[in-house]
């Protein structure tokens, strides 16, 4: 059998750079159209890895090299700073950074026998690196409703309500009130100080509604 005949007898055996997974810390949500990048620091300089954007089910992500023999040498750059950039239209950058020794990020050469030629696998030594891109979900706005006993006809005006660590509002002449964004967390308490006579509800924030309207009782004075 003829040996199969390569133009190139450098390979790329191992393109993948970075791997990792891009969602709402609360809700577990995903993201879908965005872009990746991968840039590296050191105290020689600074740069952005060449590579291609594989975006998987689920929010996981790899970065691919292209090719990995471009990868620029940092195999004696010392402590490397890896930061990966994601970015979606309508939301701020996500950046998540991760130092590595340039050690891991050297090239590998390995001998190998493809079609019984020999050739150079390249690879980079301890690649790929893992990102967690865990973002807090939008504030939700909260529209409320305060009443004396369930009664409709009662209203509570001048309630102090608190959702720490938001600054406190009060209740108007008709009860109502407004938290423009509530505290990111699952779930949070809120406290109605009504003349003194204190009530305290658990809230679940609705992070699939960018603002939510609840009526809330408590005792008369």
């Known amino acids: 059998m ?13 393109a993948s750079l970075a791997t990792g997974r891009f969602f ?7 993201f879908e159209g965005y872009e990746a990048t991968l840039g590296y620091s050191h105290a020689g300089g600074n740069g952005t890895f060449a590579t291609t954007l594989a975006a998987k089910p689920g929010g996981y992500f790899s970065l691919h090299l ?9 195999s004696g750059a010392g402590l490397v700073t890896l930061s990966l950039t994601l970015r979606q239209e309508g939301r701020p950058d996500v950046v998540v950074d991760r130092d590595v020794d340039g ?9 190998l026998t493809i079609g019984g030629q020999a050739v150079h ?69 809120l406290t109605f100080d009504d003349a003194g006579t204190v009530t305290e509800v658990i809230v679940r924030p609705d992070f699939a509604r960018h603002a939510m309207s609840v009526a809330f009782s408590v005792p008369t004075p």
């Not at 003829?2 to 191992?14: M, P, Q, S």
């Not at 709402?24 to 995903?30: A, L, M, P, S, W």
């Not at 292209?66 to 940092?74: E, F, G, I, N, Y």
């Not at 305060?146 to 009664?151: A, C, F, P, Q």
Request: charged share 20%; aromatic share 2%; hydrophobic share 45%.
């Open 2 to 14: 003829r040996a199969l005949g390569l133009a190139d007898t450098t390979i790329d055996t191992r």
């Open 24 to 30: 709402e810390r609360i809700t577990q949500r995903v």
């Open 66 to 74: 292209h090719p990995s023999r471009d990868l620029p040498d940092l």
């Open 103 to 111: 050690a891991d990020l050297a090239r590998v050469e390995t001998d």
């Open 121 to 189: 696998g390249v690879s980079v030594a301890s690649a790929p690196f893992h990102f967690t891109a865990a973002v807090p979900p939008a504030p939700v706005r909260l529209e409320g409703l305060i009443l004396h006993d369930h009664d409709v006809e009662a209203p509570a005006a001048g309630v102090t309500v608190t959702a720490a660590p938001a600054a406190p509002v009060v209740s108007g002449s008709d009860g109502r009130f407004a938290i423009p964004a509530l505290p990111v967390t699952e779930s949070l308490t």
